[in-house]
């Protein structure tokens, strides 16, 4: 029987394999391509054919986290910064430099506590305390954000709280816009007349399951990024309403024996002002962080998994799925907990079994007001307009005399084996690689 390297050599010394290994690099080595065949023409105003294709083509697989695909999660964070640095800095995508000028906030609002958990907890002078548990943790110590007694840990609570935490970040927005009519000294109702709040979130999960929300919001006037903020609005006035927001929403639902239950933000709410004019590097002791790096970690963000300990990467079909999953004990239980609540009537609204694999979480991991900044869907598009315009180009054609005809068809999903899978694992980390020393030199310059 061959061996996974004698696969690899074979795959290697193919006669196809050249063409292979350029479809692969196109899709920069995703780690599960859709295959597609059929035929790509461009024609004239005729119809007669200035260029054809016909065969298979591989498409990205587009998934967003890390632990799934390392090269569309690299290009979902890239996409990710320049959607959240044009709502930054502005001149780029229709968004103006003055956004800069304008009030600003880096908002991080978390969980509540369903119970205590194991944490690593540092002095001001970098002195390791103990935890709860009367030990000192090291900051490797897999224990870390599980319960210190799993029986008495509040799962239903958790899982109901994530289940609602997009509502709960709905009813947070509005009632940041009265808080800010409030200091204003005008009635909500005409909040919308003078002011608008736009901003960009993502979804980060703690290791305990739970998830934080980072959030850039920026107070504009009526009609967006183009309008100047309204004369009272500040740094200080956002901060304070942001403030007061946070500690004043509440959802209420109902465990599953009819007791009511309030679901709240926690209590470390962080509210950090962005300034303009810091050199792309800076984080300073009062925690102040220039606009390229707040825009680098809302991208990290975004395409992390579920923690420390990764949750599934695809939904639950089955419970006895649930036992075979490699998860923490911690992170199955929650997710036990969500499949179970998932089968209950009262529940049926959450879909909760279509998301116990998030852990409950049902929202987007990124999302933004309408007027914050350009959407992924102009940003893909503007690359594949500027590919076309690379091909057009390359054939000494015109795009104003050119019609685009696509005729593919669905052939399957990833690669053959895993000898292509390892080469294209491989051809991946070459191009994260060259990425990564084109950068380092960049900066050196």
């Known amino acids: 029987m061959l061996t996974l390297e004698d ?19 196109r899709v920069h ?39 799934v695909c390392p090269a569309c999660s690299d290009r979902y964070a890239a996409d990710a910064f320049h959607l959240v640095r044009a709502g930054l800095l502005g001149g780029t995508k229709g968004i103006p430099e003055s956004v800069t000028t304008k009030p ?5 609002l978390t969980a509540p506590s369903f ?48 289940a609602h935490a997009g509502v709960l970040w709905q009813r947070f927005v509005m009632r940041l816009r009265r808080e800010l009519a409030k200091r204003a000294g005008i009635r909500a109702r005409e909040f919308g007349e ?30 967006g990024p183009t309008d100047p903020a309204p004369a009272w609005g500040s740094a200080q006035l956002l901060e304070d309403a942001v403030y007061a927001a946070a500690a004043a929403v509440t959802v209420t639902t109902e465990r599953p024996d009819g007791t009511p239950l309030e679901l709240v933000w926690g209590e470390q709410v962080d509210v950090r002002r962005v300034q303009p004019g810091l050199s792309a590097e800076v984080e300073d002791d009062n ?7 707040l825009a680098a970690y809302i991208a990290k963000y975004a395409t992390k998994g579920t923690g420390k300990t990764e949750a599934a990467d695809t939904p639950i079909r089955s419970e006895l799925d649930i036992a075979r999953l490699r998860v923490s004990e911690h992170h199955r239980r929650i997710i036990q907990t969500a499949w179970e609540l998932g089968g209950l009537e009262s529940y049926v609204d959450l879909n909760l079994r279509r998301w116990a694999h998030m852990l409950g979480f049902r929202g987007h991991f990124l999302t933004k007001s309408r007027r914050y900044s350009t959407t992924f869907k102009v940003i893909r598009g503007d690359r594949a307009a500027y590919r076309l315009a690379e091909t057009l180009e390359s054939l ?24 292509e899978r390892e080469l294209a694992a491989g051809i991946a980390q070459r191009i994260r690689d060259d990425r990564k020393h084109r950068y380092s030199k960049e900066n050196q310059q």
């Open 7 to 25: 696969r690899i050599t074979h795959r290697l010394r193919s006669t196809d394999y050249q063409a292979w290994r350029a479809k692969v690099h």
């Open 29 to 67: 080595g995703c780690a599960k391509p859709i295959r597609l065949t059929g035929t790509h023409r461009l024609e004239d105003a005729t119809g007669t054919a200035l260029h054809h294709f016909a065969g298979e083509l591989f498409v990205p697989c587009g998934n967003r986290r890390e632990s």
């Open 104 to 108: 600003r906030a880096f908002v991080t």
């Open 115 to 162: 119970g205590p958990v194991h944490a690593r907890r540092v002095t001001t002078r970098s002195r390791v305390r103990p935890c709860g548990c009367g030990e000192y943790h090291r900051e490797a110590d897999t224990r870390i954000g599980t319960p210190i007694d799993p029986d008495t840990y509040d799962y239903v609570g958790s899982v109901l709280w994530q």
């Open 194 to 223: 003078v002011a608008r709040i736009s901003y960009g979130k993502v979804a980060e999960y703690q290791r305990r399951g739970l998830v934080h929300f980072h959030a850039i919001m920026r107070l504009d006037g009526p009609e």
């Open 287 to 293: 925690g102040q962080i220039s606009e390229p790096r």
């Open 396 to 419: 000494g054609l015109a795009p104003e005399s050119v019609t685009v005809v696509n005729d593919w068809r669905f052939h399957g999903a990833g690669y053959r084996d895993d000898a």
